[in-house]
């Protein structure tokens, strides 16, 4: 139970880091106080949960167009190669 205990103790402590860090990049691209950020960062991490699953099939879309374009590329550098 110990152990169970010590192991959340230390992922919320990263957790509140990240949190900490990100609410400090926000406030200095903003110019605003750093306890304003800090005040609406519940919101802003919801926020972000909710889109997540969005954001990781936009990025899975844009892997798979990168990958096709690069294997247009190398099919055209093979194809030149080859004459």
Do not use: F, K
Not at 19 to 48: F, K, Q
């Amino acid at each position: 139970m110990r152990r169970l205990a010590t192991t959340l103790g230390l992922a919320v402590t990263g957790v509140a880091a990240l949190a900490y860090e990100r609410a400090s990049r926000i406030a200095e691209n903003e110019g605003r106080p750093l306890c304003e950020v800090l005040a609406e960062m519940p919101s802003r991490l919801s926020a972000d949960l909710r889109t997540i699953g969005d954001d990781l099939r936009e990025a899975a879309d844009e892997g798979r167009s990168a990958a096709a374009r690069r294997e247009v590329e190398m099919d055209e550098q093979m194809h030149s190669a080859r004459r």
